[in-house]
């Protein structure tokens, strides 16, 4: 595929429509821009999918609210790096979703998940799930008003937090849900959340997070990790942070 850059001070803006990879290499730089695209303003699907950001622009339509995600890495697509843009969505701004699929760093840029969708589950700005990973959160700042910040669950895992900004701050709206019958779901409103579902089926690997050296965290929990008890040790039920230090 190449790469796509506005050159010079120009912007080259994508309206409602999104980019599918399938087999090749991409690469978003500064002065793109994608407004409303449909699900997903970049979807990376396949093993032979691959892509580095190092900036960029993705931002709702005011009309649709779309899109979901900014970034959707699923089937063992691979993301390298994540250095820089701003990226707003109704949903999951980041969704790394299967085995081998996987962002090797992500360093900085701006992610925000707006609510849109109310108490629709796994909608947290940065959502890696079913097996897939992140080797390294170094910076960047990841915003949610619906969900965690950062939500790893079902057997997959990051393995280092160095740096970044996470947070997680209930909207007013759900505090009037939580008076009714969703006060159980405030754990979900952590700046970092380790999660194995109620639903999960015997993960194949574990859910967590390797290490966590640095960063700031700001949530109704800073850190929370919630296993399952039914599966146990033996079938990866336990929700896992390592390491704290720093």
């Known amino acids: 595929l190449g790469n796509i850059n506005a050159a010079g001070n120009k912007t080259l803006a994508i309206e409602k429509l999104r980019l599918r990879v399938n087999d090749g290499d991409l690469e978003l730089y500064n002065g793109v821009s994608f407004i409303g ?13 691959r892509a580095n950001v190092y900036g960029g622009q993705v931002s709702m339509d005011p009309q649709t609210a779309n899109p979901e995600y900014a970034f959707y890495v699923s089937k063992g697509a691979k993301i390298g790096t994540i250095s820089d843009g701003s990226f707003s ?3 999951s701004v980041i969704k790394v979703d299967g085995e081998n699929s996987k ?6 840029g701006t992610f925000t998940n707006n609510m849109h969708e109310k108490m ?13 990973s992140i080797g ?5 700042t990841f915003k949610s008003v619906w969900d965690a910040a950062l939500d790893v669950r079902d057997g997959s895992w990051v393995d280092e937090i160095s740096g970044g900004t996470f947070i997680s701050t209930p909207d007013k709206d759900y505090h009037k849900y939580q ?7 405030y754990h979900l409103f952590s700046a970092v959340l380790t ?8 993960p194949a690997h574990k859910t967590g997070i390797g290490l966590i050296s640095g960063g ?16 146990g040790d033996e079938h990866n039920g336990r929700a896992i942070i390592e390491k704290i230090k720093g």
């Open 37 to 49: 695209s449909d699900l997903a303003a970049v979807w990376l699907e396949g093993e032979k999918a």
């Open 89 to 91: 969505t109704r949903g």
């Open 103 to 108: 962002i090797n760093e992500i360093s900085g």
């Open 120 to 132: 629709r589950n796994g909608t947290s700005c940065v959502l890696v799930n079913q097996g897939a």
């Open 136 to 140: 390294k959160i170094s910076g960047g």
């Open 179 to 185: 008076v009714g019958s969703g006060w159980w779901r």
């Open 195 to 202: 999660y194995v579902t109620q639903v999960a089926n015997n």
């Open 216 to 231: 700031n965290f700001n949530g109704v929990h800073a850190l929370f990790a919630v296993g399952n008890n039914k599966l």
